[in-house]
């Protein structure tokens, strides 16, 4: 009797460690699967590509300094713009093949970013980095004066190496160079003072 006892005890503390140890085995399965659910929230590479819209923060950039953040493949660069560089923007207009972006507005930027500065605030210029000639990334070429391949009064901007089209600070193409139309201002949306939201102009 106290045999069958002791049997029967044992048994159940068997039983017993098998439900515990199935249970939490359940549990991990459940962490495991509630993961990649949480994780399927963020865009994927997949979703990037096709045009997911991107956050950048832009916290750290310093007057006179260029990020660059990618967006359906492509480079966009963020470039913070130092009251010297924005008021020399106004006094390249004659020699600019499309000063107000009027050729092709729609292609070229956002009706919010369709005048002087092509941006939301001043101080931001938010561009995709493909020159619309071949393709090819121009170059960074802020400092001012003459360079090689730029002209001696050269206020800053980009040079495409490829073929030598310019673009000013602003990413209007100069006239008589190889690219036709001026750099595309894509979508973006402001969430804060310090943080953009590059692919969509609606906030949530």
């Given at each position: 009797m106290s045999e069958a006892l002791v049997d029967g005890a044992s048994f159940d503390a068997?039983?017993?460690t098998w439900l515990i140890a199935?249970?939490?085995a359940g549990a991990v399965g459940g962490v495991a699967?509630?993961?990649p659910f949480v994780s399927s929230f963020q865009p994927s590479e997949r979703a990037?590509?096709?045009g997911a819209a991107v956050e950048a923060d832009i916290s750290a950039l310093k007057p006179g300094e260029k990020m660059v953040v990618e967006w359906r493949g492509k480079p966009v660069w963020i470039v913070r713009r130092t009251p010297e560089q924005l008021a020399a923007l106004p006094k390249l207009d004659s020699q600019l093949a499309d000063p107000d972006s009027t050729r092709k507005?729609?292609?070229?930027a956002p009706a919010y970013?369709?005048?002087?500065?092509?941006?939301?605030?001043?101080e931001y210029l938010i561009t995709v980095g493909i020159c619309?000639?071949?393709?090819?990334?121009?170059?960074d070429k802020f400092q001012k004066g003459a360079q090689p391949s730029l002209p001696d009064d050269w206020e800053g901007g980009f040079l495409c190496p490829c073929h030598g089209s310019t673009f000013d600070l602003a990413g209007r193409v100069f006239k008589n160079k190889?690219?036709?139309?001026n750099l595309e201002v894509p979508p973006h949306v402001y969430l804060s003072d310090t943080k953009l939201l590059i692919g969509e102009d609606k906030q949530a």
């Amino acid at each position: 009797m106290s045999e069958a006892l002791v049997d029967g005890a044992s048994f159940d503390a068997s039983k017993r460690t098998w439900l515990i140890a199935s249970s939490c085995a359940g549990a991990v399965g459940g962490v495991a699967a509630i993961v990649p659910f949480v994780s399927s929230f963020q865009p994927s590479e997949r979703a990037k590509a096709a045009g997911a819209a991107v956050e950048a923060d832009i916290s750290a950039l310093k007057p006179g300094e260029k990020m660059v953040v990618e967006w359906r493949g492509k480079p966009v660069w963020i470039v913070r713009r130092t009251p010297e560089q924005l008021a020399a923007l106004p006094k390249l207009d004659s020699q600019l093949a499309d000063p107000d972006s009027t050729r092709k507005p729609e292609e070229q930027a956002p009706a919010y970013a369709r005048n002087a500065t092509r941006s939301i605030k001043p101080e931001y210029l938010i561009t995709v980095g493909i020159c619309t000639h071949l393709g090819c990334s121009p170059s960074d070429k802020f400092q001012k004066g003459a360079q090689p391949s730029l002209p001696d009064d050269w206020e800053g901007g980009f040079l495409c190496p490829c073929h030598g089209s310019t673009f000013d600070l602003a990413g209007r193409v100069f006239k008589n160079k190889p690219a036709p139309d001026n750099l595309e201002v894509p979508p973006h949306v402001y969430l804060s003072d310090t943080k953009l939201l590059i692919g969509e102009d609606k906030q949530a």
